[in-house]
């Protein structure tokens, strides 16, 4: 028997419609939906088909306003780091969507779409809120790597796209000669060209704060508008990369490690151990490397040992060393600091200092290095966030990964230069 509203039931209804359409926040239709079921079980029946369709339209609505506040969030995420409006009228404007959500993550720990997509078409990375870094912020990392250590700027680059072994065929033939044959003769002597193999890898190299943990950057800083937090984060993580990579560029011993550019070769001597070096000594130096290698060679060693060399004077009292200024031309390029006989010097603090009565110790190289010497990168930096772990100190949590090895490939391309004689 089906039953028959009263009047005032009807007007309920009325009243009833007329406040779903006032509704406007999520709550307020959870709130409303909840009272349809809620009226149904304390009758103990199923919701009639007009409370099915009024509970439906409040979900639509509702799932209306969510993606709104969705959409208006995820909006607001690539605004926040904007502190004013710029108007350029001459040049077109960049797209720069990828940094600006980097930079909200490197802020908040939290990813946006543009982010998980970056992060869905990048293999092997973490689902723990790992990122491939952005052109922008990872060239910041890559110059102060560079600028850290003077070698890397001197020797052969190659940058991959990912770390798997790099071999490569070396030959060495340069003790091998033709001969002079008789007429009608043939040859007695001779000898097969032997090839080797040699290889660059990708060792990986993490970047944190002191004490073996991350790097860690108060909240405050970070939610200052006025604060460059990509800008610390990229100079703090790039300085810890870059130490350790400049102390392997020069002395890594090969074994679990790059193998750097003077380890292991059996260096020049100075001529006498008592005097250090001297004007014979550099003379001495250039002529040990063979001419056809001479004409793009170069000196690295430290700051320190420029600084004995440059008391070094001709026979008119003049120094021998020029330092670099605009009109030298070459000699201010490529990360030199000068002109040491003609030949660039490049200064790396990775080198030992002098030692005249050491013949162990090398403490700088002169040569073709770019032939002699190569290093290896891979493109895919990483860099993970950590907002939690930290959160009752106000504090956030971030860490680096890179992935670089570098060796000697040619070692008639320069000599080392050591101690005593």
Request: net charge negative; charged share 25%; glycine share 10%.
């Amino acid at each position: 028997m089906s039953k028959t509203l009263a009047p005032e039931a009807k007007e309920t209804k009325a009243r009833d419609t007329t406040t779903d359409a006032e509704l406007s926040t999520v709550d307020e239709f959870m709130a409303a939906m909840d009272e349809l079921i809620a009226s149904a079980d304390a009758e103990g029946r199923n919701l009639t088909d007009e409370e099915i369709g009024r509970y439906e339209q409040l979900e639509t609505r509702m799932k209306g306003l969510q993606r709104h506040d969705e959409i208006a969030k995820r909006h607001a995420a690539y605004k926040m780091d904007v502190t004013a409006p710029l108007v350029n009228v001459t040049t077109a404007k960049t797209d720069d969507t990828l940094d600006r959500a980097f930079n909200h993550y490197l802020r908040t720990g939290k990813e946006n779409d543009d982010l998980v997509e970056l992060r869905a078409q990048s293999e092997g990375t973490g689902s723990e809120g790992g990122y491939l870094v952005p052109e922008g912020f990872r060239n910041k990392l890559v110059e102060r790597i560079k600028a850290f250590g003077g070698i890397a700027n001197a020797v052969e680059n190659l940058e991959t796209t990912d770390g798997r072994n790099l071999p490569w065929p070396t030959v060495d033939d340069t003790g091998n000669v033709g001969e002079v044959v008789d007429e009608g003769g043939t040859f007695t002597s001779g000898a097969d060209i032997v090839f080797g193999t040699a290889g660059l890898g990708a060792y990986s190299y993490m970047a944190g704060g002191g004490s073996s943990l991350p790097l860690r950057v108060s909240l405050e800083l970070i939610q200052d508008a006025a604060f460059d937090v990509e800008g610390l984060v990229s100079r703090k993580l790039g300085e810890r990369i870059a130490r350790m990579q400049a102390t392997h560029l020069v002395t890594g011993t090969g074994v679990k490690q790059p193998l750097g550019i003077a380890t292991g070769l059996t260096g020049i001597e100075l001529l006498a151990d008592t005097a250090g070096v001297t004007y014979d000594d550099l003379i001495n130096f250039i002529h040990s490397v063979d001419p056809a290698y001479r004409a793009n060679a170069r000196w690295a060693f430290n700051d320190t040992s420029l600084a004995t060399i440059e008391k070094i004077k001709d026979s008119h009292g003049d120094p021998i060393f020029r330092p670099a200024d605009a009109n030298m031309g070459t000699s201010a390029q490529g990360g030199s600091v000068g002109v040491l006989l003609n030949y660039p010097v490049t200064i790396d603090q990775a080198f030992p200092n002098i030692s005249a009565a050491d013949n162990t110790v090398n403490w700088g190289v002169f040569g073709d290095l770019v032939e002699g010497y190569v290093r290896r990168t891979v493109k895919q930096y990483e860099v993970l966030v950590n907002p939690y772990n930290r959160m009752s100190n106000r504090q956030v949590e971030y860490t680096a990964w890179a992935r670089m090895d570098a060796t000697q490939q040619n070692t008639n391309a320069y000599v080392a230069l050591t101690g005593e004689a």
